[in-house]
């Protein structure tokens, strides 16, 4: 049961950032998972409830996505966190670009919907736990408070990215012109 709760989520969250929260319905994720009329709303009996297991999936994902990066990526540098940002930002607006567009929609929402914050939250403390230690390994002076201003940098190159899509964008000096600043 629980294999298929997952895939009507993943079918919920490719709904959500390729059409939008206005395409979010059960018949939409049913037809979008493969799987019979009515498997959605036998898992999530209302909106709200599937809006709250969208935003509770993003967050395991994110933890999985974190652990990744963690595993695979250790910047010893400069260069290479400005190469590991970079394919962050790369990742979240081509092939991971609807699961980076239902997180927005999913933060428009948590603005009328209380609930919905802590997931979010955590999801974002994964990463900032992690951009927090790369930091102060490169020798930030505040760790906390620099990779807090990248973050916000990030989400905002990235949302540009999602609304203003560039085929030839190449977010690597920006990234490191940022970083090239906070690390000085």
């Known amino acids: 049961m629980a ?3 997952e895939q009507v989520l993943d079918a919920a969250i490719g709904v959500l950032g390729a059409e939008g929260v206005r ?9 979008a998972a493969g799987v019979p009329p009515g ?4 898992h999530f009996r209302d909106r709200g409830a599937l809006v709250a297991g969208i935003a509770a999936h993003l967050e395991a994902l994110d933890h999985r996505q974190w652990n990744a990066l963690t595993d695979q990526l250790r910047p010893a540098d400069l260069a290479g966190l400005t ?3 970079a394919l962050f930002v790369q990742d979240a607006t081509g092939p991971g670009r609807d699961r980076t567009a239902a997180r927005y929609a ?4 948590a603005s009328v919907r209380p609930d919905l914050r802590a997931p979010l939250a955590r999801g974002r403390a994964g990463l900032v736990n992690l951009g927090t230690l790369w930091l102060a390994r490169l020798g930030s002076a505040t760790p906390d408070a620099h990779c807090d201003m990248l973050i916000e940098y990030l989400d905002g190159m990235i949302l540009r990215r999602l609304t203003f899509p560039e085929p030839a964008f190449d977010p690597a000096p920006k990234i490191h012109a940022l970083l090239s600043a906070l690390l000085a």
């Open 3 to 5: 294999g298929r709760r």
């Open 106 to 109: 999913l933060f428009l929402e």
């Open 39 to 42: 498997t959605t709303s036998n």
């Open 23 to 31: 395409r979010l319905t059960y018949q939409a994720i049913d037809a």
């Open 83 to 85: 190469e590991a940002l």
